[in-house]
């Protein structure tokens, strides 16, 4: 029984896609490809139907205070964990543009239609239990650190973050588990969902095959992180508008960057 267990293991291991160094280079130029495709078909409208109403959310529990509050900066920086899913359509796009085809911003819904879409909604989940396992953590950080209080407003939060002892606390500590859960989320989804829209085949192997191609270009990926968190920081700072080219762009450039290193 454990011998063929073993057998199956390595026969799956087999059939999985090979995985290829790349060097600092291709992911500039994986950018530099996702900025092309942005300006072939650009979406940045359709993501401002999406941000605005996320943006109104986040101001009400501004308003609100309580704990809402205390989570705004982790819901904003979860967009770097949920995001591979927010940008299933663009990979679409970009896979359409590489074989030709006409692009427009419609066809991004061609994605309902792969056969992998059942795989896709299996990484889906597993993103999205990182980002509400995210929320948690940092909801108990807030708390193991600052204490039960709550604050009453925006400038009450930033008081307590940039004026006390406790708010360094705070940013160090949310930021070191942060940095892990965003690492987590890179080595799921970084090239798995690409992957799956392209041959399904199924989660488990995908999500291998992105952790494999995180383990075999550590400096690569890591400079890809990188980009990845400046770039979305980057676009948040004007309330979130510039999002609506930071996000596609990313995603048409991880397309790009799949390309490079799954064979």
Same mark, same amino acid.
Request: charged residues 10%; positive net charge.
């Given at each position: 029984? +454990?011998?063929?267990?073993?057998? %199956? ?5 087999? %059939? ?11 992911? @500039? #130029? =994986? ?5 092309? #495709? ?9 993501? *401002?139907? /999406? /941000? $605005?109403? +996320?943006? &109104? ?30 940008? *299933? &359509? ?38 999205? =239990?990182?980002?509400?396992?995210? *929320?948690?953590?940092?909801? @108990?950080? $807030? ?14 939060? @930033? ?20 940095? *892990? ?8 989804? +970084? ?13 488990? =192997? ?35 508008? &510039?999002? =609506? /080219? !930071?996000?596609? +762009?990313?995603?048409?450039? %991880? ?5 490079? !290193?799954?064979?």
């Amino acid at each position: 029984m +454990v011998q063929a267990t073993i057998t %199956t293991f390595r026969a799956n291991t087999i %059939t999985e896609p090979a995985v290829r160094r790349i060097g600092t280079g291709d992911v @500039w #130029d =994986a950018l530099a490809q996702g900025w092309r #495709d942005f300006l072939e078909a650009p979406t940045q409208l359709f993501f *401002l139907a /999406i /941000i $605005y109403p +996320v943006v &109104g959310l986040l101001l009400g529990a501004a308003a609100s205070g309580g704990d809402l509050l205390t989570l705004i900066w982790p819901m904003t920086a979860g967009f770097a964990l949920i995001g591979p899913i927010a940008a *299933l &359509g663009i990979y679409e796009m970009s896979r359409r543009r590489e074989k030709g085809l006409p692009v427009h911003w419609a066809d991004a819904l061609g994605v309902f239609r792969s056969a992998g879409i059942g795989s896709i909604i299996g990484v889906g989940v597993v993103l999205a =239990a990182l980002f509400v396992a995210w *929320l948690g953590c940092a909801q @108990w950080i $807030y708390r193991a650190t600052v204490g039960p209080e709550q604050p009453a407003s925006f400038t009450d939060l @930033w008081r307590i973050v940039s004026g006390t002892p406790e708010g360094m606390r705070l940013l160090l500590i949310g930021n070191a588990v942060g940095f *892990l859960f965003a690492v987590a989320a890179l080595s799921v989804s +970084v090239v798995s969902i690409p992957l799956l829209l392209e041959r399904d085949v199924g989660s488990l =192997a995908a999500v291998r095959t992105s952790v494999r191609a995180v383990v075999a270009n550590p400096g690569p990926m890591a400079l890809w992180g990188l980009l990845v968190a400046a770039l979305l920081l980057l676009g948040s700072i004007p309330i979130f508008v &510039g999002l =609506a /080219i !930071v996000m596609p +762009v990313l995603g048409h450039a %991880t397309w790009h960057l799949y390309r490079k !290193v799954v064979a």
